[in-house]
């Protein structure tokens, strides 16, 4: 009986052949990018989609093994452990949705996918946690890819990126971290707004009163779609641009990374 249960528990946190593809493909884009093998733009674009992909799955994942250390012991059951995105409750909303905001607008947004009993778990504490897990993934993936930008490890002034025709002032693959480190930011950002629907609102809702809660539950399905519509039809996108950028400056990365890294994210232009 032990054997049995240590058996399936085994297999509800084994890592998906999917992610394990989306990891391939990311390694694989990134060589070829810093090789300069194909097209360099179209490189850049998996390595970006690849990368945001992976990360999705992190953020997520992060989510579903808080709550199971919380006390929701279905997570496993649900295949949330083993970091593959079919695997997730709205595939739209946590994958489809979030790739092609980054397509249209450049904008890091993730939405919610684990689906939590969260009748199973006990503390207002723990709930915030469990919304919170999401965001930070974003802010150490962040971190991270602005430390290795910042290095100058990968800036090769003898092949920089080319537009155009035109040479650019930074080399591809630096400008493609950039813009993935832009992208987590800005995700970690967005979705701590205390928006319905995003896993800002998630962290504040345990320490609201019933009343108030049961009368912005019909709105949290539109929160992600909202926050979109306003930065994709108002002046909101490119403040909030400013913002990431002053973030990204801290660490010592010029806005020019990013901004070249979308310029040939966008090799259907």
Known sequence: MTFATTQRRSEESRISPVFWVLLATLVTSAWAVVSGFGNPRFGVFLFVVAGWMVSLCLHEYAHARTALHSGDITI????????????????????????????????GLPGGAVYIERHRIRGRVK????????????????????????????????????????????????????????????????????????????????WLSLKTRRAIEPFAPYGMLAVFVIFWQTAASRWFSDLVFVITDLFGVSKAYPVVGQFLFRFWE
């Open 127 to 206: 709930h915030s946690l469990i919304s919170a897990a999401g965001p930070l993934v974003n802010v150490v993936i962040g971190i991270g890819l602005l430390v290795l930008v910042s290095s100058g490890v990968f800036d090769d002034p003898a092949h920089p990126a080319v537009l155009n025709g035109q040479e650019l002032i930074v080399s591809a693959f630096p400008a493609a971290l950039g813009f993935l480190a832009f992208l987590q930011v800005s995700a970690a950002l967005l979705n701590l707004l205390p928006v319905p629907g995003l896993d800002g609102y998630g962290i504040v809702e345990p």
């Open 76 to 107: 496993g059951a649900k295949g949330y452990l083993t970091l593959n995105p079919f695997k997730y409750a709205h595939a739209l909303l946590s994958f489809v949705l979030p790739v092609v905001f980054v397509i249209m607008g450049g904008i």
